[in-house]
C-alpha cells in the first residue's frame, strides 16, 4: 500500500470513530515544532550524528521486534499481505453456506432430487454456485444438506468446517430458523441476535429465509419449513474465536454481512472489536482494558483479574477506533497495557500504531528521556537506537522509571486529546516478559 492509500486510510479509520486528530494548523504546527527542537536539541547537547538512512533500518527492525513480541492466539490480528490484491482469492461466509445448503435440503424434500451444487444472491450484489457434499433425509417430512466453507485465502477459524442444514415441514406456512449443534446461544445481551436465541445474525437468517422461500414459492408449496443449522466441529472450532467471551455458548456463531470473505479484511476485524465493546457496555462495565494482542492480554488479565472476561479487548493497532467507540458506549476508564514499542507512537498522537502506519521516533524518545533526566550518553544512544526494546533495556538498566512514567503520561494525555475527552484513560507499560515498567492515570 502506498503511504498515502495508507495515510487516507488512517484517516478514515479515525473519522468511523470520532477521533478529532486534527488540531487547528497553528497548534499542531507548534507541537510539531516543539517535539522537533525538543530532539534536536536532546541529540545535540549529547553530541549525536544519526545517519539519514538509518530511518529505514529502524522501521524494519522495529517491526521484527514487534512482530515477535506479541502472540495473537487465541484472536487473530490481521497482518497485511504484501501479496497484489488480484492474487488473492476470496471466500464465502459460514452464512452464505448455511443458505446453500438449506437451499439445497429444501430442494431435496420438496423434489427428491440431490443437486450438486445451488446458486443463491449474496448481499454483495451477485450470485454464487455452492457445491453441496452430502445429502440425507429422515422420512418424508425432512431432509438434510450439507457444504463446506471455503475461506478463500483469508486465515479464518472455520475454513473448511462443515455446515449442515436440516428442513422439516411445518403445520403453516412460514420459514422458522435455529441453531442445532455446534451453533452457539447468545447468554449475554449486547449482540444483534437476542439472549437465548441462536448465534444465527440478522444477515445470514434473512438469506436462508430468501433461499428457502424461494423453493417453496417456486414449488407452490403449501406449508412453511423449519430450517435447523449445525455445525459438527462448531464447538471446537468456537474456542479459537471471541464466543466464549462474548457469552456464546456451544459453538460459533453463522456470520457475514455480505457473503463473502475479503481476505485480511480489516473493516471486519474493526467489526469484532465494536461487538466486543458493546458485549462490555452491555453487561454492565464501566471499564474496559484495551491491548494489542494475546501477549499483552494475558499479561492484563492476571493484573486485573476483578473485571469479568468480556472486560478485556484486543483491539489491534485500532487505538483511536477503539477509544472512539468506547466512549460511544458510555465506557467510563479504558485501560492501556502493551509494550513500549506501540505505545511510544501513542504518546506522539498516533491513533493508527501498526509499524507500516507510524514507525517509532527514536528522536522523540531520547527527548522524552532528556526531560526525565538521563544523561547525555544515554540520550544519545536513544537517538541512535534501532529498536524500543533497546531504549526498555537502556533505561531499566540506568533505573529511570521516570522515563516510564512520563512515556506513559504522555500516551494517556494524547488519547484523550483524539476523543476530546470524556473519560479517564490509564496506561499500563510492560515488557515482553510482562514486568510493569510504568503506570500513569489521566482524567480527561
Known amino acids: 500500500m502506498s503511504e498515502g492509500r495508507a495515510d487516507n486510510r488512517a484517516g478514515r479509520d479515525r473519522r468511523d470513530a470520532g477521533v478529532n486528530d486534527k488540531a487547528d494548523p497553528p497548534e499542531k504546527e507548534e507541537i510539531e515544532r516543539s517535539c522537533t527542537r525538543r530532539a534536536v536539541e536532546a541529540v545535540a547537547r549529547a553530541g549525536a550524528e544519526t545517519e539519514a538512512n538509518a530511518v529505514k533500518a529502524r522501521a524494519v527492525a522495529e517491526a521484527k521486534a514487534e512482530a515477535e513480541a506479541e502472540v495473537k492466539a487465541p484472536l487473530h490480528v490481521p497482518e497485511h499481505s504484501t501479496a497484489p490484491a488480484a492474487a488473492l482469492r476470496r471466500g464465502y461466509t459460514t452464512g452464505a453456506c448455511a443458505a446453500a445448503a438449506a437451499k439445497g435440503a429444501a430442494l431435496l424434500l420438496i423434489t427428491g432430487e440431490r443437486f450438486a451444487a445451488v446458486e443463491i ?17 429422515e422420512g418424508e417430512d425432512s431432509a438434510a444438506c450439507a457444504t463446506v466453507k471455503d475461506a478463500g485465502d483469508d486465515p479464518d477459524a472455520t475454513h473448511q ?24 446461544r447468545v447468554t449475554k445481551p449486547g449482540l444483534p441476535v437476542p439472549v437465548g436465541a441462536a448465534a444465527i445474525n440478522p444477515v445470514p ?6 433461499a428457502v422461500s424461494g423453493v417453496l414459492e417456486e414449488h407452490g408449496a403449501a406449508r412453511g419449513l423449519r430450517v435447523v443449522i449445525s455445525v459438527p466441529e462448531g464447538e471446537r472450532i468456537a474456542q479459537r474465536t471471541l464466543n466464549p467471551r462474548l457469552g456464546i455458548i456451544g459453538g460459533i456463531s453463522i456470520l457475514g454481512t455480505k457473503g463473502v470473505v475479503t481476505p485480511f479484511d480489516t473493516e471486519a476485524y474493526k467489526a469484532s472489536v465494536v461487538q466486543a465493546i458493546s458485549v462490555a457496555a452491555a453487561t454492565g462495565n464501566g471499564q474496559i482494558v484495551l491491548t494489542t494482542g494475546g501477549s499483552s492480554e494475558k499479561y492484563a488479565l492476571g493484573m486485573f483479574a476483578e473485571l469479568p472476561e468480556e472486560a478485556f479487548i484486543q483491539m489491534g493497532e485500532y487505538v483511536g477506533f477503539s477509544l472512539g467507540h468506547a466512549k460511544a458506549y458510555g465506557i467510563r476508564k479504558v485501560t492501556f497495557v502493551g509494550m513500549a514499542g ?15 502506519n507510524a514507525p517509532v521516533d527514536f528522536g522523540f524518545l531520547a527527548a522524552v528521556a532528556a526531560d526525565a533526566g538521563a544523561d547525555n550518553q544515554q540520550v544519545r544512544e536513544i537517538a541512535a537506537a534501532n529498536t524500543a526494546s533497546q531504549v526498555v533495556d537502556m533505561m531499566t538498566e540506568a533505573g529511570n522509571s521516570v522515563f516510564f512514567e512520563q512515556l506513559c503520561r504522555l500516551a494517556c494525555e494524547q488519547s484523550l486529546k483524539a476523543i476530546n475527552g470524556g473519560m ?3 496506561m499500563v507499560l510492560i515488557t515482553m516478559k510482562g514486568r510493569v515498567l510504568g503506570r500513569a492515570e489521566v482524567c480527561g
Open 121 to 137: 444472491d449474496l448481499p454483495a450484489g451477485f450470485r454464487h454456485t455452492f457445491e453441496l457434499t452430502d445429502w440425507w433425509s
Open 161 to 184: 468446517a462443515r455446515i449442515e442444514a436440516a428442513v422439516s415441514w411445518l403445520d403453516h406456512p412460514g420459514v422458522e430458523i435455529d441453531g442445532g449443534r455446534g451453533v452457539g
Open 205 to 210: 437468517r434473512r438469506m436462508i429465509l430468501e
Open 342 to 356: 506501540k505505545f511510544s507512537k501513542v504518546a506522539q498522537g498516533a491513533m493508527l500504531i501498526h509499524s507500516r
Open 424 to 426: 479517564t484513560v490509564r
